[in-house]
């Protein structure tokens, strides 16, 4: 089975920084397509930044310049550093791997809840 177990999340003052992982088992990260997710209580879940296996990022407006997404291909591990953080960055996160470009197609993981507050 294939299993994304996701850490890091917490709480984080607002220009702060954090590090999620999203460590992959039963699938190899470098042979797939990789993104971050969010949703927030009463909106819809939305794309943060994604990694295609050929190396191909694409990052939402919200976001650009401020989160990076990478991967660990000894580890099996997808990263999203968050930097100079935002309250409105208060979201659960999730990782999404999979071969397509359509996430819902993809496998999911359980999701961190990451909190931006003073």
């Known amino acids: 089975q294939v299993q994304l177990v996701e850490s890091g999340g917490g709480l984080v003052q607002p220009g702060g920084s954090l590090r999620l992982s999203c460590a992959a088992s039963?699938?190899?990260?470098?042979?797939?397509?990789m993104g971050w997710y969010r949703q927030a209580p009463g909106k819809q879940r939305e794309l943060v930044a994604r990694l295609t296996s050929g190396g191909t990022t694409n990052y939402a407006d919200s976001v650009k310049g401020r989160f990076t997404i990478s991967r660990d291909n000894d580890k099996n591990t997808v990263y999203l550093q968050m930097n100079r953080t935002k309250p409105e960055d208060t979201a659960v996160y999730y990782c999404?791997?999979?071969?397509?470009?359509?996430?819902?197609?993809?496998?999911w993981g359980q999701g961190t809840q990451v909190t931006v507050s003073s």
């Open positions: 039963g699938i190899i990260l470098s042979s797939n397509n």
């Open positions: 999404n791997v999979g071969p397509y470009s359509v996430s819902r197609l993809n496998y």
